[in-house]
């Protein structure tokens, strides 16, 4: 072999030895990425057992409901005292007095209810109210609503008798009738041996001698005791 060969195949070997060096020396770069995605994890010198660590239960809030009052303490909590319940006595002094505290209005509707008031408690205190209304009083409402609530009455006295005999002669008509169907409910409610029948009975037929009384009034007080005359006494 020549001398020329052999150094072609040395310069050969030596450079393939020298590229062969060079790609061992470089990193692999899938090894490089693979580490880079892999991060090592830490372990900790104390590991604790899930075990070993006691669970505090949550604490349970309930929340009332919208509008409602929760309370302050359920173990403390105290009944509401009850009031003493209101006689039937007392609640009917109540309303007579608002009825006639109601009196004295501006407003006449208001005194209206006042005076159909009184006439739901029946009393010799209502009883003088009312007929002293029926008497006085400029509003003729007024006083033919006191002759309607006189009527509530089981036994009226002798003045009230004397009220509503005259109120036949009122310049309103309403009261008038109203007046007169009052006295005709006594009639009916009373035995004709008493002395408030008597008075009511004989009064009427005065007012029919009375010059002046009005036509209409006039009949009607003809029809009450020719009613009366033909009914049996209660």
């Keep these: 072999m ?37 991060p090592t994890t830490p372990v900790s010198s104390n590991p604790v057992s899930p075990s070993s660590t006691p669970l505090t239960p949550p604490v349970s809030t309930v929340m ?23 006689s039937e006595e007392d609640l009917e002094k109540e309303q007579v007095a608002a009825a006639i505290a109601q009196l004295n209005s501006t407003k006449n509707e208001e005194r209206i209810e006042a005076v159909e008031q009184l006439g739901a408690y029946p009393s010799p205190e209502t009883e003088t109210i009312l007929a002293n209304l029926l008497a006085t009083e400029s509003n003729p409402e007024l006083r033919n609503a ?14 009230t008798i004397n009220v ?54 006039h009949d009607s007080i003809t029809e009450v005791l020719r009613d009366q005359q033909s009914q049996p006494a209660p």
Excluded: C, H, W
């Excluded at 009332?64 to 209101?86: D, H, I, L, R, W």
């Excluded at 009527?151 to 002798?158: H, I, M, Q, R, Y």
């Excluded at 109120?167 to 002395?195: C, H, I, Y």
């Design 146 to 159: 006191a002759a309607l609530s006189l009527g509530s009455l089981d036994t009226p006295t002798a003045a």
């Design 164 to 217: 509503l005999m005259a109120a036949l002669e009122d310049q309103n008509e309403d009261v008038r009738f109203s007046a007169l169907s009052t006295l005709e409910d006594f009639l009916l409610g009373q035995e004709e041996d008493t002395s408030g029948y008597r008075q009511i009975r004989d009064g009427l037929k005065a007012k029919l001698a009375v010059r002046g009384l009005p036509a209409d009034i």
């Design 64 to 86: 009332p409901a919208e509008g409602s009052t929760a309370p302050a303490s359920v173990g403390n909590e105290q009944p509401p005292a009850s009031e003493p319940e209101q």
């Design 2 to 38: 020549s001398i020329t060969r052999i150094l072609i195949i040395t310069l050969l070997v030596s450079t393939g030895l020298v590229i062969y060096g060079l790609f061992s020396a470089e990193p692999d770069s899938s090894d490089e990425e693979t580490s880079r995605e892999k």
